[in-house]
């Protein structure tokens, strides 16, 4: 990637996206603080530990939502150590709406009478769902975050992945999620061997792929996710190359999710434009001389 590119998708993320990921671009790729990130997150929290008030761009309410946890668990994860009072009120959150199995629901049922979109505005099924709760309880076990509420959730993820006989590719990203960081690593390893032929069959390889689909990049986010063997150096190297083809003429990246609302989209983009970056950076496709993240601890 040229200087000149990533100074358009500079420029494109300081025009286009909400102050939260401007503050991520400045600690991801330019050496800023974590703690301008950590207080724009902030406003995004409710007084019940969870998180809402749009910080998920298709759930425009402000109730706290699973999967807006699920995102800010992702965001914090940039930053680096969590704090126990945070973690503590999230976990609490997360206890107070898990369905009697353990497990999460995407979306609660108030997101009904809220702005959102369509997929989840039109939800009627409320159970609950390994992908949501597997990504939440693997980063809660990369953080060594305990409470009652996680071993729970691990009881769950352990038994719907082992009861897997199909995936897809949004799940297969949480469950790998889980089995990178559950501390059980022989039953981790052995239950990723039994699963490679099936999350591999639902990653589109294929560059030029286009549509809603995930490429190996979205699945392998970096060389050492527990998925980047399923791939070969060619098949990551070619979806590399579509990365840096597909950066728009602004500077942005396309988001593949459905469109439903102007603003929600922008926000995807710009959200869009720093994963794509980063998974560049990770690869080593960013040539330009980038200061390296800050991973400060956090203030209790």
């Known amino acids: 990637m040229s200087w000149d590119s990533f100074r358009a998708a500079e420029h494109f993320t300081m025009r286009n996206a909400r102050l939260l ?29 969870g998180y809402g008030n749009g910080l998920d761009p298709d759930l425009r309410g402000h109730a706290s939502q699973p999967v807006a946890v699920e995102l800010a668990l992702r965001l914090l994860d940039e930053l680096g150590p969590l704090s126990q009072p945070l973690t503590a009120g999230i976990c609490r ?11 999460l629901p995407a979306v609660l049922p108030g997101v009904r009478h ?28 990369k953080h060594h975050v305990t409470h009652p509420w996680r071993d729970t959730a691990t009881a769950y993820c352990w ?27 022989q039953r981790a390893m ?46 990551i190297e ?16 396309d988001a593949c999710w459905d469109h439903w609302d102007t603003a929600a989209t922008i926000e995807r983009e710009g959200m869009r434009t720093i994963q794509r970056l980063r998974i560049l950076r990770d690869y080593g496709r960013v040539q330009v001389d980038l200061p390296r993240p800050r991973r400060e601890a956090p203030a209790d």
């Open 114 to 141: 809220t702005e959102a979109a369509p997929w989840y505005q039109h939800t009627d099924d409320f159970s609950s769902r390994l992908d949501t709760t597997a990504m939440i309880t693997g980063l809660l076990h």
């Open 238 to 253: 070619r979806n590399l190359q579509a990365f840096e083809e597909q950066q728009r003429p602004d500077g942005g990246w």
């Open 21 to 49: 990921d401007r503050h991520r671009f400045d600690f991801l790729f330019q050496a800023g603080p974590a703690e301008n990130v950590r207080a724009a997150l902030a406003a995004y929290r409710n007084i019940d530990g």
């Open 159 to 185: 038994k719907h992945i082992d009861g897997l006989r199909w995936t897809d590719p949004h799940q297969a990203i949480a469950v790998c999620t889980f089995l990178q960081h559950v501390p059980d690593r």
């Open 190 to 235: 052995e239950t990723f061997a039994r699963l490679s032929s099936k999350i591999r069959a639902v990653i589109d390889v294929h560059p030029r792929a286009t549509g809603h689909v995930h490429t190996p990049l979205d699945l392998a986010a970096h060389p050492d996710h527990i998925a980047r063997p399923l791939f070969t150096d060619d098949e």
């Open 93 to 103: 959150f997360l206890n107070s709406v898990s369905n009697t199995d353990g497990g």
